[in-house]
Structures are given as structure tokens and as C-alpha cells.
């Protein structure tokens, strides 16, 4: 590998995992405002008010039309890395290890508390205890029909569900089906085919057709619960994700195509939460399924909008991220490169790289972890006469708080709850 194609490979991976952190570190501010904008979350706020609902919908209806693509996009990315430095039999190990593995750590141990949580919150007459709760909720069945899920409930079970946990399952199965087509990528032959695709698309505007799909798929079939959108459009998120790996020259293009997509994006965010708020306040229908000609359009728009966001989120990110390279060579240098150490303190890294390796380690537990701190702390937060804005502020504080101390003390010290979490064993110095 030549200087220049290692410094954009290592440009590139640290654009990922830094938009991989901030992702998911934005999850607690999502999901906290769940609590705000309806009767549906596991704990809600006891004093709705009009004001905090329509804020809370507004910022949920933004953040879900770019938030769960987006973390696709960038997961597609990592796939890249990934397969950089391994076989296809590393790689599917590494899959399980990363992927199956801390999704059924958090199926088991995080994610039915917070369900229990959940029904001991509306439903105070529920007397089964948490044991007895557990056999209810995991009375399930493989279902061919639920793929990519595979598992639901049993006909009387109204308990099981993944949750926002669904992310780690839908990434692993359709990495599975698309890795035959990201392998041959990596070969030269591969390398070509990208080669052409990336010099089409850097035509202008031409980056854009690629939210046609998505935005079809959305509109016209039906969309399940999960994620709120239609399980068949996460494989193009993973796979332009992957692209913009592939062929650095993506980038470019994304970043030069950034503040049209800014501009599309509003207009696609206003037609959707428009269309959202007619059916559901005039028609009194579900936006997800509802197929008159304003369903089907508020959910096209929808779906192009997600694409509109990710080329102005990435494209901006990468223009700030150059800016900051030019003003600091040497903090870019020591960002590409982890475990570089600081002209500060010579032999030693720097308090930045500490704290980016620390972030990069954390992105998965904390992802595991983050909803049953809200909901714990939200369970006492909402009962409390004070403004909707304090609550979700608390929430939000204590949330993180929690979590990152959970993390460090409890996941990232010993080699089991290291393995259950997903993360690679310490490499201790000798």
C-alpha cells in the first residue's frame, strides 16, 4: 500500500468511527425524547403538555428520518476495514463475535428489565413477578416470515421484542447475504466495477438517483415496525456505506454535492412530517401503511430525505474534518494513527488519542447499554413536578453518566464481560 492510499485508508476509518461514536452517543438524546412524545415508550412523562409533545415529535421525526440509515451507512464502512485485514473466515468470526454475540447478551440481560420497567409503569395491576415475567417473555418461534428477525413471539406472548436491539440482528443477516458481493469487490475485478460506478456517480446530481430505491421501497411496501421503516432498505444503506470505503473518491463527490443535499433534505423533512401530521391528526391513519396518495408520498419523501441527510451530515463532517487537518497536521496525523504519541510527552500518547481509543471501544457496550439507564432514571425523573425541558435534560446527563460508568466498571475490566459485550481481549504490556 502506497503513502497515499494508507493516509486515505486511515482518513477514511477514522471518519467512521468517529460518526460511528457521535451515533450512537445521539441515541440517548433520541430515545429520551421518546419519553416525551406520546403514550407508546416504556416510561412517559406524567405532565404532557402540547408544547414539549410537538417538540419532542419534531426532533424524533428529524432524527428518524437520517439517525438508524445513517448507522447502517457507517456500519457499511467498517465492513470495509474489516474486510481489509482479514479472510472471509476471520471476518464472519469477528461478525459473530461483534454482532451475535452482544445481541444476545442484551436480549437476555439488558433489554427485559426495561420491558418489565415498562409494564410495571402502565399497567401497576400486573402482579407476576420478574421471574415469571421472563418465561412469558421468552416464549418464542422461529418464523421464517419475520426474516430478518427469524424469532416472534408465540401467538399469546405480548411481551418479546428486540427492541432497539434489532440493529445488531438486521446488520449480521444482511451481512451474510451481501458479503459474496462485498468480497468480490475487494478483488481486482471487484475493484474495476467500483471503479466505474464511482466516476458515474460523480456526474453531478447524479449521486442522488441513489435515493430512489429507498425512497420506493418506503413508499410501496408495507413497513413493519421495526426501526420505523421497511426492513428492505437497510441492505443499500450497508452497501453505499461500503462504496464510499471502497473508492475514496465517493467522498469527494458526497462532499461536493453537500449543500444541495442540505436543501433537498429540508424540503424532504417538511413534506414528510407534513404529510405525517395531516394523516395522522386529519385522516386518523397509521403514516407507516397507509396506501392513499399522501402515505405513499409522505413516505417516498421520507426515504429520499434519509439520503438527502446522510450526503450533507458526511459531506460537512469531511469538510470539517479536512479543515481541522490543515490547521493541526500533527493531531490529524496522531487521529490516523492510534497509539501515536504526543511531541508533548514523548513514548506516551496523547490525552487525545487516549480518549478516542477509549470511544471507539465503548461504541458497542454503550449501544447495548444506554436504554435501561433512561428508563431507570426516567421511571423517577417524570413523576417530579418540574418543566418537560429540566426532565429530559436530567434524563439525558444522568443517562450518559450512568452508562459510561456502567461500561467502565462493569464490561470493559474482565475478560468475560469483555467477550459479552463484544469486545476484543486487553492486550496487557508485558
Known sequence: MTNIEQQSHQGGRRETYLMGMLIVLGLVFFHSAQIFSGPEFYVVNTQQSEVAT?????????????????????????????????????????????????????????????????????????????????????????????????????????????????????????????????????????????????????????????????????????????????????????????????????????QGHRRSALLLGIVAFLGYFIGTGYLIAFLEVDPLTNYGPVGLLTRFFKGLGSWFWIIAIMGFARQISQRRARQDPISAVQSDNPGSTSPEAPGRPSWRDKLADYGREAQLPFYVLHQLPIIMIAYFVVQWQVNALVKYILIVLGAIAATLLIYDIAVRRTPPTRFLFGLKPRITEQ
Open 54 to 254: 410537538l417538540a419532542a415529535n419534531l426532533l424524533l421525526g428529524f432524527a428518524n428520518m437520517w439517525g438508524m440509515p445513517l448507522m447502517m451507512f457507517v456500519a457499511g464502512s467498517a465492513i470495509w476495514f474489516s474486510l481489509r485485514k482479514r479472510t472471509l473466515g476471520q471476518f464472519l468470526l469477528n461478525r459473530v463475535q461483534r454482532l451475535v454475540i452482544p445481541f444476545i447478551t442484551g436480549i437476555v440481560l439488558i433489554f427485559p428489565p426495561q420491558v418489565w420497567i415498562g409494564i410495571k409503569f402502565h399497567l401497576p395491576s400486573y402482579d407476576a413477578d420478574y421471574w415469571q415475567f421472563l418465561r412469558q417473555f421468552f416464549e418464542i418461534r422461529f418464523s421464517l416470515r419475520a426474516f430478518p428477525a427469524f424469532i416472534v413471539g408465540a401467538p399469546a406472548n405480548t411481551f418479546w421484542s428486540t427492541g432497539y436491539l434489532w440493529f445488531l440482528n438486521y446488520l449480521f443477516v444482511y451481512t451474510l447475504l451481501l458479503l459474496p458481493l462485498l468480497g468480490y469487490l475487494r478483488q481486482e475485478s471487484g475493484q474495476q466495477l467500483v471503479s466505474r460506478l464511482v466516476s458515474f456517480l460523480a456526474r453531478p446530481w447524479v449521486i442522488f438517483l441513489l435515493a430512489l430505491p429507498i425512497g420506493l421501497i418506503e413508499a410501496f411496501l408495507m413497513t413493519d415496525r421495526t426501526g420505523q421503516w421497511n426492513r428492505f432498505v437497510w441492505p443499500f444503506f450497508i452497501f453505499y456505506g461500503f462504496l464510499l470505503a471502497c473508492d475514496r473518491r465517493l467522498g469527494w463527490v458526497i
